[in-house]
């Protein structure tokens, strides 16, 4: 099952944008789906997308060394995956303050 539900997550997400943000090393969990980011080489992450019991997903960035999590997103709907995965990875990228500005459109903030 769980593999299931994270090829669904995978194709649910645009190819372009997976590459883009150096998306790598994707590890299927029970009803997730978690993966490197990268840009440009930089300041590494892990985001985790997961399906919750509402069938919508919980969308999630954790900083790639101390494993702690940074920001998440709950009740995500499929056709905005791909907005919310870009925007946590050019946050990521762009340091604390970018990471803070997300709370203005709905993220927590760790």
Same mark, same amino acid.
């Given at each position: 099952? &769980?593999?299931?539900?994270?090829?669904?997550?995978?194709?649910?997400?645009?190819?372009?944008?997976?590459?883009?943000? $150096?998306? +790598?090393?994707?590890?299927?969990?029970?009803?997730?789906?978690?993966?490197? !980011?990268?840009? /440009?080489? #930089?300041?590494?992450?892990?985001?985790? !997308?997961?399906?919750?019991?509402?069938?919508?997903?919980? !969308?999630?960035?954790?900083?790639?060394?101390?494993? &702690? +999590? %940074?920001?998440?997103? %709950?009740?995500? /709907?499929?056709?905005?995956?791909?907005?919310?995965?870009?925007?946590?990875?050019? #946050?990521?990228?762009? $340091?604390?303050?970018?990471?803070? &500005?997300? +709370?203005?459109? $709905? /993220?927590?903030? /760790?």
């Amino acid at each position: 099952m &769980s593999v299931q539900v994270a090829q669904v997550i995978h194709s649910q997400i645009s190819r372009q944008i997976l590459m883009a943000i $150096g998306a +790598k090393n994707y590890v299927a969990g029970s009803n997730s789906l978690h993966f490197d !980011v990268s840009l /440009f080489g #930089a300041k590494k992450a892990k985001i985790r !997308v997961e399906l919750n019991g509402a069938d919508l997903y919980d !969308v999630s960035l954790w900083n790639g060394r101390t494993i &702690s +999590k %940074k920001a998440q997103m %709950k009740d995500v /709907f499929c056709e905005d995956l791909t907005n919310i995965v870009e925007g946590l990875a050019e #946050a990521n990228f762009r $340091g604390p303050v970018a990471i803070k &500005s997300l +709370k203005a459109i $709905g /993220f927590e903030i /760790f």
